[in-house]
């Protein structure tokens, strides 16, 4: 019975591959790249356990990006699935061996709300959203300081074969909480560079040919010192011809934690604590050698913008406004259009070691930043919960071995042409016949190379904001007159610490924490305008706002604080988020909310000033246009001021009497703006309606 079961997955598994629809779109922001395999994985399932019988067991699998999974999702538009053919087959492939194996069907929840919040209400409501939970980049440690996570010590023995043990990551706090499912080809983030900016530098010449990182890095050259003249040249060339390059600019947090693995050092990692280790000092006050001699730059210098500017770093190099980059993996897809454009070719290379470590020390270590995961909320039985470990075990498993072809997951990171595609697919040119070989040599060594991988845990333990915002960022750039790393950090390990302990404490406990922010809402249709003279203290300034809480709902806005001190009331102007309001939930969980108000002459009976955009610039309007639809006052309109240079453009109309969308031809449209004054300008300009 149990023979005849087996068959009849294996033909249901085949008729399922087989009917499976075509595509070639690829799932957004999934880490793993793919490869054909190169032939059908073993057929692994005659072991001595029985297949468990009876109706398939329901394991909810959540999700913030069901359709990166989900066999199942056909794309709105087209009704194609979401995955490309090959991944689709994995995918199904890895869905039957859990059945056959578990007996088990994997059921996809998309979060309906950040999982931040979902997840803390179902758990509160003793109705776990899933099973098992993704739980993104950044969030980590937040989650875990919510206590919704139950230790998964017990179940680590799902995870012994040495095939299986990457995906289990290592204790925070003393227990396992988090696996993962990525098997990616080389770290989160890569060291990368613009190969053809390299190319037009005269000074990395040796003997006529450009001398690349990967050349260095190949030859076993690849150093501190090395890269720093390396960035000096670089500078020095492309500051003669645009004052605004830079020779890298990154991201400082996470080149520094590259280069305190590079060291040897960690900040959490297996052995734990390592921020103020030798190491980890070393590495920091390289960096900063290099922040200080202007060979590396971060928009997070301008550190009140740190949340902002986080991506500035990484657009800056793919406009070619810069050399060397920490380019996370996902972003690189977002760099072929403009790098073509160019005629550019992208690069990537390990971070350099420290000088007189040599090439093979086991110290010298690549970093993998611990990044998206998974974690079984409590709530979810004990027996639900082993099983949900071990179908996800399952699942990821047999997905990699079907990517790689092979009956082990590992063969996956081992696989040349698996790799060779994982490099075309971060757009690295490994066939070029000048530096395709050592280019792709440096990017084999980042999955292959000495074992050098190893994981960073400062995001799930919830430290990492504390150590590279606050410690790492203030004393990188003396916010405040902050001293030196090596001072800085010794002086705050009591805030760490103290961090740390109520980590333990909370998670030693039972109680279920919200450490989720209210959110304020714009309530629609009320504006923040005000005539010169207004007293503040006769508007009700509650009225423009909602705020709710993930817990409590509704909050009353009689609780929050509203300071309006910045603006002056009397001067006309625009007052950009001067307008602060702050509320607290039940548990103290503070949110802020900031609004621009702006303050006009009451008095004013000036027309104010039109201009419309040059007749061939403006677009046309398109047959059978839903002309209510189209954007007047951004698609047709330049400025639109009153007399103190107050922006009004908001406020513009149009009149759509004469014009026809179901005609080709030319229309009169009249476009009138009013400002706050109630005073008015008309222009009267001539669209065409075209067919497409």
């Known amino acids: 019975m149990k023979k005849r079961f087996r068959i009849l997955s294996f033909l249901l598994c085949l008729v399922m591959v087989l009917s499976a629809c075509k595509s070639d779109n690829k799932s957004q922001e999934n880490d793993e790249p793919t490869t054909a395999p190169t032939q059908a994985p073993a057929d692994d399932t005659a072991d001595d356990s029985e297949v468990p019988s009876g109706e398939p067991i329901v394991i909810k699998w959540g999700h913030n990006w069901t359709r990166e999974m989900d066999t199942n999702f056909k794309d709105p538009v087209t009704g194609e699935p979401a995955l490309g053919q090959e991944e689709l087959n994995a995918r199904i492939y890895a869905e039957q061996q859990v059945l056959e194996k578990l007996n088990v069907k994997i059921e996809y929840v998309q979060y309906p709300t950040d999982l931040t919040e979902c997840i803390l209400q179902s758990v509160l409501a003793g109705d776990p959203i899933a099973d098992i939970v993704r739980i993104t980049n950044g969030s980590q440690g937040q989650i875990l300081a919510q206590n919704v996570l139950q230790p998964i010590d017990e179940f680590t023995e799902v995870f012994a074969d040495p095939d299986d043990q990457w995906m289990l990551w290592g204790k925070v706090y003393g227990h396992n909480y988090f696996v993962n499912n990525v098997m990616r080809f080389g770290a989160s983030d890569l060291l990368c560079y613009n190969i053809g900016m390299l190319s037009k530098v005269e000074a990395l010449k040796v003997d006529g040919k450009t001398k690349y990182p990967a050349d260095y890095f190949a030859e076993g050259n690849w150093t501190w010192s090395v890269f720093e003249d390396y960035l000096q040249k670089v500078n020095d060339h492309w500051k003669q011809v645009w004052s605004d390059h830079r020779a890298y600019q990154t991201d400082y947090r996470s080149a520094t934690l590259m280069a305190i693995y590079a060291n040897g050092g960690e900040v959490y990692g297996d052995s734990g604590l390592g921020i103020n280790s030798d190491q980890a000092k070393e590495a920091v006050s390289y960096m900063d050698r290099l922040i200080q001699k202007g060979l590396m730059f971060s928009e997070n210098q301008y550190y009140n913008n740190a949340e902002v500017v986080g991506l500035m770093d990484t657009w800056r190099f793919q406009w070619g406004h810069s050399v060397f980059v920490n380019l996370p993996q996902w972003l690189s897809r977002d760099m072929v259009g403009e790098f073509a454009k160019r005629g550019d070719a992208m690069g990537v290379v390990p971070f350099p070691r420290p000088d007189g470590v040599a090439a093979d020390d086991p110290s010298?270590?690549?970093?993998?930043d611990a990044t998206d995961c998974y974690g079984i909320p409590k709530g979810v039985s004990k027996e639900k919960a082993e099983l949900a470990i071990k179908a996800f075990k399952e699942y990821t498993s047999s997905y990699h071995k079907k990517m790689a072809g092979t009956d082990k997951a590992m063969d996956y990171l081992q696989s040349e042409a698996a790799a060779r595609n994982a490099a075309i697919r971060l757009n690295l040119d490994i066939t070029n016949e000048e530096y395709g070989e050592n280019l792709f040599k440096a990017f084999r060594y980042l999955t292959e190379g000495n074992n050098a991988m190893v994981n960073d845990y400062s995001k799930n333990a919830g430290i990492y904001k504390l150590w590279a915002d606050d410690i790492l960022g203030n004393s990188l750039y003396g916010v405040n007159g902050a001293p030196k790393y090596s001072v800085q950090v010794e002086a705050r390990m009591g805030e760490i610490n103290d961090l740390m302990d109520n980590y333990t404490t909370t998670l030693s406990g039972t109680a279920i924490i919200d450490n989720v922010k209210p959110k304020f809402t714009t309530v629609e249709g009320l504006s923040l305008v005000f005539p010169a003279g207004t007293d503040p203290a006769t508007v009700d300034w509650k009225q423009y706002v909602t705020a709710a809480d993930n817990v409590d709902g509704e909050l009353d806005l009689a609780t929050a604080t509203i300071d309006f001190s910045e603006i002056d009331f009397n001067a006309v102007g625009k007052y950009d988020g001067k307008l602060h309001y702050a509320i607290k939930d039940a548990t103290g969980n503070e949110a802020t909310d900031n609004k621009s108000v702006t303050i006009y002459d009451g008095n004013n009976t000036t027309a104010p000033t039109l201009v419309m955009k040059a007749?061939?610039?403006?677009?046309?309007?398109?047959?059978?246009?839903?002309?209510?639809?189209?954007?007047?006052?951004?698609?047709?309109?330049?400025?639109?001021?009153?007399?103190?240079?107050l922006d009004i453009k908001a406020s513009v109309s149009a009149d759509l009497s004469e014009l026809d969308t179901t005609t080709v031809g030319e229309y009169n449209v009249a476009i009138t703006v009013t400002d706050f004054a109630g005073n008015t300008a008309t222009e009267t300009i001539v669209v065409k309606v075209v067919k497409e």
């Open 364 to 368: 010298y270590r690549q970093l993998n």
């Open 615 to 645: 007749a061939d610039v403006y677009r046309a309007v398109k047959v059978d246009e839903d002309s209510s639809s189209i954007n007047w006052k951004d698609d047709f309109v330049e400025t639109a001021t009153d007399k103190d240079g």
